[in-house]
């Protein structure tokens, strides 16, 4: 695989939105970045286009089976004019894990990181500045053979566009209500809930849709098996702070294992609060919030970074966390990471890198 990157500017840049409309994904910049993969010539084409509808062929693999993976990142704009992105590479290991369990061939993961900061930096003027807004990043893999047969692609098409985005909930780190669903399953153990693949987020719509029409924004999944052991919100992992010690789902091989989870892991550690990754049940989790001791509960992904939880609703068994009020842990270990996303921090662990 060439490692240059073909650029071509647009000739017609868009209009840029009202960074204080900006919700999350509903607006792209001008360019995005493609690469080709064909079997036995391995990747190649690496080339930075005009922001376009993509051509496919109506019996296009990625159309009928799925064959899809993505991922999730963020550029953020710091006080001294800088762009940062947070750990870049664990988000490419993490898109190989995911190509590993859908068959996609691997992308080499620090040029996939190249081409990402090639493309924000192409894109800077996009940044918004606007508090608590940041240029959202999504790349991702779709099997391009057009031919109706199971089987996995021989041809991908490798692609990134850019999203200026505001909070993923509109009211940003203040608590979400969360509905706990208990009939459907998102994943189980040797499926693909560890990947980020496409059809894992097609799954979890229907429970997603009861729970809007009771007034939820988000679901949290039990295990598919004893429908009991709690494993993840629809876009984020889950912890729990029970007395003094934080607890989070065990990664199981259903679970996403998320960047964001794993960063603050590192930094509960390192603050010395007792922190575990264990199995936890949704009945363990009630028997303690009866007794006082849930303190806390708050979900983490790239999109929300910290995500209060100030209800969650099992069985029509309304547990109210922390007054419904954003607690102490969470708000910061929001200010720590979000701070040393922004550059208003210092980052002691390198966990940034700079598009120069």
């Given amino acids: 695989m060439s490692n240059q990157i073909k650029i071509e500017t647009t000739k017609s840049p868009k209009p840029k939105p ?10 792209f910049t001008d360019h995005m970045f493609l690469m080709n993969y064909e079997e036995g010539k391995g990747w190649f084409d690496p080339r930075i286009v005009p922001y376009q509808p993509l051509q496919l062929d109506p019996a296009t693999t990625v159309l009928h089976y799925g064959q899809a993976i993505f991922e999730g990142m963020k550029a953020y704009p710091t006080p001294d004019g800088r762009i940062l992105l947070f750990r870049p590479r664990k988000n490419m290991e993490r898109i190989n894990r995911s190509n590993d369990r859908i068959c996609i061939p691997p992308i080499d993961p620090d040029f996939g990181v190249e081409a990402i900061k090639t493309l924000v930096k192409l894109d800077s003027s996009w940044i918004p500045k606007a508090p608590n807004t940041s240029l959202y990043i999504r790349p991702f893999i779709i099997g391009m053979d057009p ?8 041809t991908y098409l490798f692609i990134i566009i850019l999203s200026p985005v505001g909070p ?10 969360i509905w706990v669903e208990s009939e459907y399953v998102r994943a189980v153990r040797g499926g693909t809930g560890e990947a980020k693949a496409a059809g894992n987020y097609a799954g979890g719509l229907k429970a997603q849709v009861i729970g809007a029409k009771k007034g939820y924004v988000q679901v949290l999944w039990l295990d598919g098996i004893e429908r009991k052991y709690i494993e993840e919100v629809g876009a984020m992992n889950v912890f729990f702070k029970i007395g003094d010690e934080v607890i989070t ?4 091989g259903s679970i996403l294992p998320g960047i964001t989870r794993e960063s603050v892991i590192f930094l509960l550690k390192q603050w010395g609060i007792k922190t ?7 009945h363990e989790v009630y028997e303690e919030y009866k ?3 849930l303190k806390e509960a708050f979900g983490t992904g790239t999109a929300a970074v910290i995500s209060p939880i100030g209800e969650l609703n099992w069985n029509d068994n309304k547990m109210i966390i922390n007054q ?5 842990l969470s708000q910061k270990l929001y200010d720590t990471i979000t ?3 922004f550059g208003r921090i210092k980052d002691e662990y390198g966990w940034t890198v700079e598009v120069k």
């Fill in 324 to 328: 419904n009020k954003t607690g102490p």
């Fill in 276 to 282: 575990s990754e264990r199995k936890i049940s949704i």
């Fill in 168 to 177: 993923y909930f509109p009211q940003g780190v203040n608590p979400v209500n």
């Fill in 249 to 252: 789902p065990i990664l199981s």
């Fill in 147 to 154: 031919f109706l047969g199971v089987k996995a692609s021989s």
């Fill in 291 to 293: 007794k006082g001791n």
């Fill in 339 to 341: 701070g040393i996303q």
């Fill in 18 to 27: 009202d960074e204080s409309k900006l919700g999350f994904g509903k607006y």
